[in-house]
């Protein structure tokens, strides 16, 4: 009797599940998209935009996320485990992660976009000796080598989608040439004198490299110790000595130095601004045009051009800024 029962749920259990699993049957005949966690805004969008419909990109850090610090979490871990791939930058940026991920590429493809890039082209790291400066993002041209790294990436994970993945990656190309004639341009403008760029904390080598300024950092100084000071005395002297107008913030950045600097600079007679907030490490708000790398690139380089003293037209590149 029990053994009758039992087999006759277990017949019903089966029934279900081949049910379930013809209902699922034409979905599972269609071409399953490739899975792909990564690490930055910046890394998953430059996935996104080669991969296209081929590819389902999470990213692991959103808005406001420091990826030098960044750990983990569960869901990150299973995340992982179910994707065919992981994408992240390299160059040490991932600090925490990078054990993490060198043990992971054991198991699945872990792939650094950022280390293809040719070293003669990357700046060495402040904070750490034998390692390079991993902010290559705020260069659009040394961007399209990362977003060439992505669609050969690609290619190799997914060899059918090999004329998607190119195609789509010359399209990107084109909009990030675009980018990087604007920022050119609109940089260009900003008085010899007054390309300086005080902010928080020093993600801003590349772009200054690339567009001739002077990079100077505020992280870290403390005003309560003699040499913070002694800092942002000589910080306030380069604002009034270049006739500098605007200092730019980042979310990390500590109010109260800001707050010195502009008034150490108008107790000697010299007006210093809010120039904006920057995105350093992350982008911004998934959906809105400065979630993506076009639209970051474009609020930064569109900003500094317009608060110190430059040309550029208030919504940026394509029209788009803060709508
Ligand atoms: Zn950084």
């Known amino acids: 009797m029990f053994d009758r029962m039992r087999r006759a749920v277990l017949a ?22 490739l899975a792909v966690v990564a690490t930055t805004g910046m890394i998953a969008d430059a996935v996104r935009q080669v991969g296209g419909e081929r590819v389902e990109v999470r990213a692991l850090m ?3 996320v420091d990826p030098h610090v960044y750990r983990q979490t569960r869901s990150d871990i299973a995340a992982m485990a179910r994707a065919d791939a992981v994408f992240w930058h390299g160059l040490y940026l991932e600090a925490q992660l990078e054990e993490f991920f060198h043990d992971l590429a054991k198991r699945k493809p872990v792939v ?13 790291n402040d904070d750490y000796q034998n390692r390079y400066d991993p902010h290559v993002w705020m260069n659009p041209r040394l961007w399209r ?22 195609a789509n990656a010359e399209r990107h190309f084109t909009e990030i040439d675009a980018l990087a004639d ?6 260009a403008t900003v008085p010899e004198a007054s390309r300086v760029l005080i902010t928080a904390h020093d993600a801003f080598n590349y772009f200054g490299r690339a567009y001739g300024f002077e990079v100077l950092g505020i992280q870290g100084i403390s005003t309560e110790s003699e040499a913070g000071l002694r800092q942002i005395e000589d910080l306030v002297g380069v604002l009034v000595d270049r006739k500098i107008g605007a200092i730019f913030i980042e979310s990390s950045v500590s109010d109260r130095n800001v707050k010195a600097l502009i008034e150490g600079a108008a107790a000697k007679g010299h007006k210093v601004t ?24 474009d609020h930064n380089a569109t900003v500094i051009a317009r608060a110190l003293g430059g040309e550029a037209p208030e919504k940026g590149l394509n029209g788009r800024l803060g709508s």
């Not at 379930?20 to 005949?29: E, N």
């Not at 650094?112 to 060495?124: G, H, Q, V």
């Not at 080598?145 to 190119?166: H, K, M, N, S, Y």
Request: no cysteine; glycine share 14%.
């Open 274 to 297: 809010i120039g904006g907030e920057l995105f350093s490490d992350a982008m911004g708000a998934p959906g809105t045009y400065e979630g993506t790398y076009i639209g970051m690139i």
């Open 62 to 64: 959103g808005p406001g």
């Open 182 to 187: 604007y920022a050119d341009k609109a940089l």
């Open 12 to 33: 019903g259990l089966i029934g279900v599940s081949l049910a379930a699993a013809m209902a699922v049957a034409p979905a599972a005949a269609q071409e399953k998209k």
């Open 112 to 124: 650094a976009l950022a280390e293809s890039l040719p070293k003669d082209r990357l700046l060495p």
């Open 145 to 166: 080598g990362v977003v060439a790294a992505a669609r050969d990436a690609l290619i190799g994970l997914d060899p059918d989608g090999r004329a998607v993945f190119e």
